[in-house]
Every structure is written in structure tokens, then in C-alpha cells.
């Protein structure tokens, strides 16, 4: 095996595009069907993850670029194959693809999102007013919000299991959700501030690569990332630009955990966002080494890598912020 893929790949990528073809500790190197193909160079441009089914082309001005592994395979002979080089078992324990949840026993392959009625449910809209610093935003324009946890289960036919469904009430009246950008897992948060059970992940869908929860920058034509652990970081950034990185930002999103590698790769696969200029909010009690690991473990697809943390709380959730910047 090399990595994902069956060692057949080589010999694919070597009959159809020519050349030698070689392997790096997370790469398969190759001629670019895009600039390489038919030219005698002594050097090929085309990296493939060894890890992740994504591309890159480093030859500037390279119209393919980069890409997912089925782009790659549409252009070398006009149909995706690419599945047949692919180790599914060994994709799957990457990525944590196709999850086996027992939170839910079905679900409709399209995901509703309830007509959210805010005055109807005052606890929650005095929660989120506050958490946004009672600056008047319509509550509707929130992506993914969700209020009605009964009509949510309702539209979307979703039937818990057991243990799920005894807590169905105490979710509807304590807790508001938010779908993530793929619509396989609702995030669900606690708006009583003193409990101890702050945080639910409903599982909605098997899903394909790691979900997360987005909200779109100012410059779609940027490759600025924002990435933080919890959706309550990127909010203010967002929504008040506090740290003035709007109007250069493409995205921002939360992993919903501290799996930035993971969501790095998942962004590049969903977003079509490669060699990216990456931010990410940190929590104070997250060690630098971490981070430096991210980098050199994911440097095929990250241009810049900036790290912040709030020098004036736990994370960017305190306010007033006084970010530290630290360039890997």
C-alpha cells in the first residue's frame, strides 16, 4: 500500500501520463495532466496526497492547479476511476468517513431547517442577544440556527434511540443548534451558562471527511481561512470584524473540537481551497508544538499558518480581545 492508495496507482499514473513517477513520505509525484503532459522536463509538478484524495500542481500558472482526486482522473481519461485505486478501509480509519452512529435509527437524505420564530422562544433569543452583545442581528440569518428541536425531529423524520429520545424535552427547552456546513451532525449548546452538560453533538448522517460549522468572509476569492475550536470564536470576528480580517477572509469555521488537521484536510476536499493562508484562534492552554506539528504534517496544503491567542482570556469568546500573533 502507499498510504490510501493500492500500489497499482504508480503504474496507472505512469502509463497515462509518462514519466517516472515517484513517492515521498506523504506524496505521489508525478507529471501534471494539466503543464507536464508531453513536455520533457526534469521535474514533475503534480503532488497527490498519500493521505487525503487531493492534488496539487506547484507550477505557477497551472490551469488544473489543484483539485480532488476525482477532478484528477476526469482529466486523465475522461472518466473518475479513482475510486479503484483507493483503499476504502484505510480512507475511512484516515478520516473517520461513513461514522456508525446509534444516535439515530433513519433519517431523510435532505436535512430541513425549521422557520425559527425567535419570540416564541424568549430563553434562547435573550441567550444569543447576549452572546452577541445585544447588537440587534436578525436572528434568521444565522446559518444553520435552529430553535424548535420537536419540529426539527419532525420535518427531517428522525427517530432517536432510546437514550436520545429521554432527553428530547430537556434539549427542546435548554438548547439551541447549529447544522454544520454538510448537514451531518447539529451542534447542539447549552443557554443555561451554570451547567455542567454544556454541549451535544447529534450525529444526523454517515459523513465523509470531518463536518464543520461555517460562516462565509468578505473575499470569496481570498484563500484566508479562520479556523477555531468553537463557534462562539469565530462569531464576533465575523460579525464585528474585531480583528480586521474580514474584508481579506474567505471563511471561518469551527472544528467543534481541537482536530484542526483533520478540518484543514476537509476544507481543501469540500471548499476547493488549496495552499492556504490559515489562522486559527487557539485556546491559552494549547502548546505551540501542537500547531508546528500541523504545519509540517499538512504542508501541502498550507501556505501561511498563523496562530492567535487571546492574551486577555481562555479563548476568543472573552472579551475584550488582546490577540497574541505567532507566524509558523
Excluded at 502507499?2 to 506523504?26: A, P, Q, T
Excluded at 440587534?136 to 444565522?142: C, G, M, P, V
Excluded at 481579506?248 to 488549496?274: C, P, Q, R
Aim: charged share 25%.
Amino acid at each position: 500500500m502507499i498510504g490510501i492508495y493500492k500500489e497499482d496507482i504508480l503504474d496507472y499514473l505512469k502509463d497515462n501520463l509518462g514519466g517516472e513517477v515517484s513517492v515521498n513520505n506523504r506524496n505521489i509525484i508525478c507529471k501534471c495532466p494539466w503543464c507536464d503532459y508531453g513536455r520533457n522536463t526534469s521535474k514533475n509538478h503534480l503532488w497527490i496526497s498519500i493521505e487525503t484524495p487531493i492534488f496539487n500542481c506547484f507550477r505557477a500558472g497551472c490551469p488544473g492547479r489543484s483539485g480532488s482526486l476525482k477532478k484528477l482522473f476526469k482529466k486523465i481519461n475522461g472518466s473518475n476511476n479513482s475510486k479503484e485505486y483507493i483503499d476504502r478501509d484505510l480512507l475511512n480509519k484516515n478520516h473517520n468517513i461513513f461514522i456508525r452512529s446509534k444516535t439515530l435509527h433513519s433519517i431523510k437524505n435532505n436535512i430541513k431547517i425549521p422557520i425559527l420564530y425567535p419570540d416564541q422562544f424568549a430563553s434562547k433569543k435573550l441567550y444569543l442577544n447576549k452572546r452577541f452583545k445585544f447588537s440587534n442581528i436578525n436572528l434568521n440569518t444565522i446559518n444553520g440556527l435552529v430553535f424548535d428541536f420537536y419540529e426539527f425531529l419532525n420535518q427531517n423524520d428522525i427517530k432517536l434511540n432510546s437514550k436520545i429520545e429521554r432527553l428530547k424535552d430537556y434539549f427542546h427547552n435548554n438548547f439551541i443548534g447549529f447544522l454544520t456546513e454538510n448537514r451531518n451532525i447539529m451542534i447542539m449548546r447549552n443557554i443555561d451558562p451554570k451547567s455542567n452538560f454544556r454541549y451535544f453533538k447529534l450525529q444526523l448522517r454517515k459523513s465523509e471527511f470531518i463536518d464543520y460549522y461555517k460562516i462565509n468572509g468578505s473575499n470569496r476569492n481570498s484563500n484566508h481561512v479562520v479556523l477555531s475550536e468553537g463557534i462562539f470564536d469565530i462569531f464576533p470576528l465575523q460579525l464585528f470584524d474585531l480583528m480586521g480580517m474580514n474584508k481579506n477572509t474567505k471563511l471561518y469555521s469551527s472544528v467543534l473540537s481541537s482536530k484542526f488537521s483533520a478540518l484543514i484536510k476537509s476544507i481543501a476536499f469540500h471548499e476547493d481551497i488549496y495552499q492556504m493562508d490559515i489562522s486559527i484562534l487557539s485556546d491559552r492552554n494549547v502548546d505551540l508544538n501542537y500547531y508546528k506539528k500541523i504545519k509540517k504534517y499538512n504542508d501541502y496544503l498550507i501556505n501561511k499558518f498563523t496562530i492567535y491567542y487571546n492574551k486577555n482570556g481562555k479563548d476568543f469568546n472573552d472579551t475584550p480581545l488582546s490577540p497574541i500573533k505567532i507566524i509558523i
